[in-house]
């Protein structure tokens, strides 16, 4: 990928673009505040339930009860699967 061949440029040659992309992006600036960064991990954790409950209720419910979006499902027959499994795991995709 990618990733590969910036780390194999890099090891090529440490002047390059490469070797000082590595170096800048792998750098945590200084102005990170990290109690700020772990009090929005904590609130993330916190609220991930809640995100399901909301993704739920406002897109998945809302999107599939719009006549043109029903349509498109069934004509692909996305979530009208002969396997209840294969259904529930596109639900959770």
Do not use: H
């Not at 750098?27 to 700020?36: A, C, I, N, Q």
């Not at 498109?72 to 027959?77: H, K, N, P, Y």
Request: hydrophobic share 50%; glycine share 6%.
């Amino acid at each position: 990928g990618v990733y590969s061949l910036i780390v194999s440029k890099a090891a090529e040659d440490s002047e390059s673009a490469a070797a000082r992309f590595l170096a800048e992006a792998g750098t945590v600036p200084e102005w990170v505040d990290w109690e700020l960064i772990e009090r929005g991990a904590l609130t993330f954790v916190r609220l991930l339930p809640l995100c399901s409950v909301v993704l739920f209720n406002a897109s998945l419910v809302g999107g599939f009860s719009a006549p043109k979006i029903t349509k498109v499902l069934d004509a692909s027959g996305y979530l009208t699967a002969e396997q209840p499994r294969a259904v529930m795991r596109r639900l959770f995709e």
